[in-house]
């Protein structure tokens, strides 16, 4: 298992968005989109505001593989679902983070659905 350089998480906390794409069962790349994100410690977290229903969400499901975009870094990541331990940090990460754009969307991402759709992302390693 790698882990986030410091270089690689400072830049990617810096960032306001980040691209998120998961692969389809024969390893192809979906669309990818553009989604919000917090860092929490060493990690990097992502959450649906549309809860379980957003395509995007439903695909890391399948191979629980994919990759980002993110601060002109693109990394393959593994997504894992996080340890429930975190939510709170996760939540107020997002309300620091995004308090700008008004507590209606804000709060989209902090809702128990959206909560029960955290996911960690995880550097993997690029096979040669």
């Known amino acids: 298992m790698t882990s986030w350089t410091d270089d690689e998480l400072n830049k990617i906390d810096a960032a306001e968005e980040l691209?998120?794409?998961a692969l389809r069962e024969d390893g192809t790349s979906r669309k990818p989109v553009t989604i919000w994100f917090v860092r929490v410690e060493e990690g990097?977290?992502?959450?649906?505001?549309?809860?379980?229903?957003?395509?995007w969400y439903r695909a890391t499901k399948v191979r629980h593989?994919?990759?980002?975009e993110v601060a002109n870094l693109r990394k393959d990541v593994t997504f894992e679902v996080a340890d429930p331990a975190v939510a709170d940090q996760v939540d107020t990460a997002y309300r620091n983070k995004y308090r700008h754009h008004g507590?209606?969307?804000v709060n989209s991402v902090t809702t128990a659905?959206?909560?029960?759709?955290?996911i960690?992302?995880?550097?993997r390693e690029a096979i040669a």
């Open 44 to 55: 990097i977290y992502v959450r649906s505001g549309y809860g379980t229903s957003a395509a």
């Open 113 to 118: 659905e959206a909560r029960s759709t955290t």
């Open 120 to 123: 960690k992302l995880v550097p």
């Open 19 to 21: 691209e998120i794409a």
């Open 65 to 68: 593989e994919g990759h980002i």
């Open 103 to 105: 507590a209606q969307y």
